[in-house]
């Protein structure tokens, strides 16, 4: 008699991927449409809706703090599950996207300073092409089908959760600027309260709803970005491990996630790409192209992206440090190098966090963002259409 091998966890990571590259294909979408209607007849209508105030904030801001929040949560949920009962529970796991990431973060960075250091007010942007937008990467990869080995879809989702923890970090640290001491106080309070409800590990879902949404208030007024607050709910949010078999759908967090995947991949995430991508080029020269802000980032992305995560990746196999992923040749490590190199969605949301909204220096920022992460996902795309068997150790 055949004892039955407990299956894998991969049907929610599968789950996850599917609705990740499918929210990737909507997300490209509403950014083509922002291009097409900032540039038309309808352009001063679509500048001015974002600009209506609904209550205390405008349109743009309740899309980039509020909506964001609850990406950030999504993000956060993703994070922890992943750290604590996924792909990157143990340490071995963790050495080749986790120094893939942290190289795909630092050598954008670099490369950004080196155009732009010298301009004043530029190098507060330096996180811009640092970024990795999970959706429209994997959305990309979805459309080569079977030329691209399982292993790597599974790398690039493992370096885009590592780098939007980096991206987390930084938000709340480089891109904070005044505090409300009395507001953040009260954030502490709250986050003190979130996490005595994951020490009794409380299971209904709503007390985590409501204090966190207290949070968000307190942490919006305190002067930290408030999208941080997302975090902070998700990493309190109960999860229960299951070592060698499926997840556990019944942890809070993980009804959490799979609750939100949709609901960020198909409306969330588009929403943001609507209101954030368009740019009127109407006016502009072909100097613009040549601004340093456009081409530093722009080259961060193209570039240095893939010399961080690539070289990364190859110096750790080389040295026997980790392995290579199954069934994967150098050129489609290079190719998923590449594809790491569309920022979109994070470095978006950090253009508007170091230049301001609406501001020139924004406009710039996202005609290079645009830029890049298109030359990327084409030459990522023209990397990975040929088929090539993989490399033998």
Known sequence: MRVPVPRLRLTVIRRLLSSQAGGGYVLMLAAAVAMIVANSALSQAYFAALETHVGPLSVLHWINDALMAVFFLFVGCEIKREFVDGEMATWPRRILPGVAAAAGMAVPALVYLA???SVPGNAAGW???????????LGVMALLGPRVPGSLKL?????????????IVVIAVAYTKGVNL???AAAGAFTALLALLNARRIQPIWPYVIVGT????????????????GVITALALPIRTT??????RDSPLLRVEHALAPVVAFAIVPIFGFANAGVDVRGLTLDAAFDPLVL????????????????????LVKLDIADMPANASTRQLWGLSLLCGIGFTMSLFIAALAF????DREAAAKLGIIGGSVISALAGMAVLARRRPPDRA
């Open 115 to 117: 155009f732009n250091a």
């Open 127 to 137: 996180a811009i092409p640092a970024a990795t937008d999970i959706a429209f990467a």
């Open 155 to 167: 790398l690039l989702t493992a370096i885009a959760v590592i780098d939007d923890l980096g991206a």
């Open 182 to 184: 009395e507001a953040l």
């Open 214 to 229: 207290l949070l968000w208030v307190a942490v919006h007024a305190s002067g930290v970005h408030a999208t941080i607050a």
């Open 243 to 248: 070592p060698g078999m499926p997840e556990d």
């Open 296 to 315: 530093g980032i722009a080259a961060g992305l193209v570039i240095g992206k893939q010399l961080g995560i690539f070289g990364a990746i190859m110096a």
């Open 356 to 359: 301001g909204s609406g501001t």
